[in-house]
Every structure is written in structure tokens, then in C-alpha cells.
Nanobody
């Protein structure tokens, strides 16, 4: 069992930056891929970025060059640095973590990111 606590969301003007954090805790043997998803009202949830346990990253085309995902394996924390924010980045951002193999995942509670124009 894994619990995820997210932080770092807020209101920012277009062109600004935010860093999201997600800390994993609980009972687990290993953490595998960690990722960030987002969902705007009335829209489908989409993958923003993810990172494997050995550091391989993947980004949605819409955020490439602007967002950076990273992780601290010693602290079981995944980060999402968001630069050059646009109004279309406005959404609730959710952390997702795979653990103990077999496709098991846990979700964070979500953190609101609002980009004003």
C-alpha cells in the first residue's frame, strides 16, 4: 500500500513557473515508474510526464521543452518543474506511482494549477 501526498500547486501568471512535488509513503517493496497526469474540467485525464526507476523520462508533446520530471529515490519523491506556463496548462495535476510490480499503482489527491493570462 502506497500513499501519495502532493504539493506545489497554485495560481501563476502565464510565463511563470511552478514545481510540484509528490512524496510516497506506506508499505511497499519498491517504487517503479512515477508520473504526473492532469485533468481539466470537462476534459480527459492525460499523461504529462513519467520517469522510470532508472531515470528514463517521457513527456507529452504539449509540455516538451517546458516541463522537467525528476525523482529522488532515497526520499521516494517525484517532482515536476513547470516553466513557461500557459493557460492551457490549467488543470488538476495528479501524481501516479507504480509499485511492487504487477501493474499496481497509487494516486495522489491532486493539486490545482491555475495559469492566468
Amino acid at each position: 500500500q502506497v500513499q501519495l501526498v502532493e504539493s506545489g500547486g497554485g495560481l501563476v501568471q502565464a510565463g511563470g513557473s511552478l514545481r510540484l512535488s509528490c512524496a510516497a509513503s506506506g508499505t511497499f517493496f519498491s517504487i517503479n515508474t512515477m508520473g504526473w497526469y492532469r485533468q481539466a474540467p470537462g476534459k480527459q485525464r492525460e499523461l504529462v510526464a513519467d520517469i522510470t526507476s532508472d531515470g528514463r523520462t517521457n513527456y507529452a508533446d504539449s509540455v516538451k521543452g517546458r516541463f522537467t520530471i525528476s525523482r529522488d529515490n532515497a526520499k521516494n519523491v517525484v517532482y515536476l518543474r513547470m516553466n513557461s506556463l500557459k493557460s492551457e496548462d490549467t488543470a488538476v495535476y495528479y501524481c501516479n506511482v507504480g509499485f511492487d510490480g504487477l501493474g499496481r499503482t497509487a494516486w495522489g489527491q491532486g493539486t490545482q494549477v491555475t495559469v492566468s493570462s
